[in-house]
């Protein structure tokens, strides 16, 4: 089936450290899979960090990247060097790019702690 | 920057009770979702619309209702609250199938 795994958390790491929380997925069902990575900040709903529809692209934002990587079947967000406010719930997602659903296949979520 | 509001915040329910959760989004968004977090779990899809007056089920429909009245509000049923039940929920909205999804901040819901 469709499925998303990424690294289980809490991850903890020190401010301007770097940073990578991995994501690898399974898409049987969906020809032409879209990955997303979501972030949730304490309080918040979540929201979307970054996304990249074609493989072999990276996606950035915020300093965080992602690549689609098809042969390995991951999208690792990474980020050179983390602040404190970078702490929160990072999920990874995947999702098709046609038909009516529109629904995305969420990983655990990541909880990230970022220490001053 | 599109807005999708839940409420309640947090809601505490008898076993066997009645819960209904609403979202309100106020950017013309054609889809809605009802998600559901647990721990252990990924968000996972309960319920889904693409029009009003037109509810779907998700991967775990079990348990719940769906309503959605008009474009702007989708509503969860919990006809009999279960224990099983005590999770976060979320809404979503999109524009299109294939767009970036906005959240509400969630409902925490504990059933007792």
């Known amino acids: 089936g469709d499925s998303v795994t990424q690294t289980e958390g809490p991850v903890t790491v020190s401010e301007s450290e770097s940073l990578i929380i991995n994501c690898t997925y399974s898409?049987?069902?969906?020809?032409?899979?879209?990955l997303f990575w979501y972030v949730r900040y304490p309080g918040e709903g979540l929201q979307l960090l970054l996304k990249v529809i074609t493989a072999g692209q990276k996606g950035s934002s915020r300093g965080f990247e992602a690549t689609y990587n098809k042969e390995t079947t991951s999208f690792h967000l990474q980020k050179a060097s983390v602040q404190e406010s970078d702490s929160a719930v990072y999920y990874c997602a995947l999702g098709a790019i046609t038909g009516n659903t529109g629904k995305l296949i969420f990983g655990l979520g990541t909880t990230l702690q970022v220490q001053p | 920057e599109a807005a999708v509001t839940q409420s309640p915040r947090s809601k505490v329910a008898v076993t066997g009770g009645k819960v209904t959760l609403s979202c309100h989004q106020t950017?013309?968004?054609?889809?809605m979702y009802w998600y559901r977090q647990d721990t252990g779990h990924g968000l996972r899809l309960i319920h889904y619309s693409y029009v009003a007056d037109s509810t779907e089920k998700g991967d775990i429909p079990d348990g719940y209702k769906a309503s959605r009245p008009s474009q702007e509000n989708f509503s969860l049923i919990l006809e009999l609250a279960s224990l099983s039940q005590t999770a976060v929920y979320f809404c979503a909205s999109r524009q299109g199938a294939n767009e970036r999804l906005f959240f509400g901040h969630g409902t925490k819901l504990s059933v007792l």
């Open positions: 898409a049987t069902s969906i020809a032409y899979p879209n």
């Open positions: 950017n013309n968004h054609d889809y």
